[in-house]
């Protein structure tokens, strides 16, 4: 739930004149306001509606406000529905207490200040819509970690079948080839099997850092950011043929923390991911700047776009690329924006100054 969407109020009273009373003080909150006039139709809303606060007379006929709290505790989708008593008669401590054993969250006597039944109503409203979104956000972190580690699994597989297709395969040529050395009777034969051993043993070094940059580049951690970035760009061109182009400000880029460096490599690397497997683009580019002690990356294409919900990153519409890369932002107290550039995508990254670090310090590490 956002912080602009409204909410629903609902006031339960027989007496129509004041449930007027009550629609006009609270009209200024903003939200929904739900009026009730005994104690089944309060139920019906309840059951209708996602009801954040409850205004409830203690004196009605038939059902008094006591006995209807009890009943809508009793339901667990209720159990923390909070419930605001509002009486003239009954005003003593036992009423009170009453009414809080009955799960009440205030108690309030008549003559209501309006100011005071704003203030506290609007508590239970920022209250009930801050667990909403908390809800909200455990929802999708449970569902990112699920694809996070469906992920995991899937990347455990790739690198298990690389390992076994081509360095397994490799170093079997290789011991075939060593083992052979030995029964050759000529010199050229040794010298020829010798030298095919090495022309493995060489493509076997070369799969082992590939597979090793591509999981973390050194360049990250012994040159920095930029660096990476241009390597990184470089493979994806000769791999995918998209043209890729990096540009920087100012062109002496400062070092960040090691934590914040790999955190934008991954997020630029995983934007260039999607725009490689999902938006049919001839051309990339990423651009990277300190601006007023912020670093900002963008990352472009000149593809088919996105979605307007993924644009909008609405709740349930991001993949667990996108997620992640949003994750990776607020981590470091950041923002991440998409938006349809028309043609193509751009992914802008904002991550404030306190990320910079002295050059010494990757000096000394």
């Not at 009943?71 to 009954?90: D, G």
């Not at 963008?298 to 644009?311: H, L, M, N, S």
């Not at 938006?339 to 404030?352: H, K, M």
Request: with cysteine; charged share 25%.
């Amino acid at each position: 739930m956002s912080g602009t969407e409204k909410v629903n109020i609902l006031m339960v009273d027989d007496q129509p004149g004041k449930l007027l009373s009550y629609e006009v003080i609270l009209s200024e909150l903003g939200e929904n306001l739900i009026k009730a006039a005994s104690g089944p139709q309060a139920l019906e809303q309840l059951l209708k509606n996602d009801i954040a606060v409850v205004l409830l007379d203690v004196n009605m006929p038939g059902q008094d406000g006591f006995e209807l709290a009890r009943m809508i505790r009793q339901h667990p989708r209720f159990e923390k529905t909070a419930i605001i008593f509002i009486s003239a008669v009954r005003v003593t401590d036992i009423d009170r207490l009453t009414g809080f054993e009955q799960g009440a969250v205030d108690y309030i006597s008549v003559p209501i200040v309006p100011r005071l039944l704003r203030a506290r109503v609007k508590v239970f409203v920022e209250l009930y819509r801050k667990t909403q979104e908390m809800e909200r956000l455990n929802g999708e972190l449970r569902d990112i970690s699920s694809r996070l580690l469906k992920m995991q699994d899937e990347e455990h597989r790739r690198i298990a079948r690389e390992l076994h297709d081509g360095l397994g395969q490799e170093l079997a040529a290789l011991k075939m080839t060593i083992a052979q050395i030995p029964r050759h009777n000529s010199a050229n034969a040794k010298d020829q099997a010798a030298s095919e051993a090495s022309e493995i043993v060489e493509r076997a070094s070369r799969q082992v850092r590939s597979m090793s940059h591509l999981l973390h580049p050194p360049l990250l951690d012994e040159v920095g950011l930029v660096s990476a970035i241009e390597w990184y760009l470089d493979g994806l061109t000769k791999r995918s043929g998209i043209a890729t182009s990096l540009e920087v400000q100012p062109v002496n880029f400062p070092r960040l923390t090691c934590d914040v460096e790999t955190a934008i490599f991954r997020a630029i690397q995983e934007a260039l991911t999607n725009v490689f497997r999902h938006s049919g683009a001839s051309n990339a580019w990423v651009r990277l700047s300190q601006q007023e002690g912020q670093v900002m990356v963008r990352v472009g294409d000149d593809g088919k776009g996105v979605d307007p919900e993924i644009a909008e990153m609405r709740p349930g519409s991001l993949g667990i690329g996108l997620a992640g890369m949003r994750q990776r932002a607020k981590e470091f107290g950041g923002t991440l924006r998409l938006t349809n550039a028309n043609p193509g995508t751009l992914i802008e990254i904002v991550i404030p100054a306190r990320s910079f670090v002295p050059q010494k310090e990757h000096a000394i590490a």
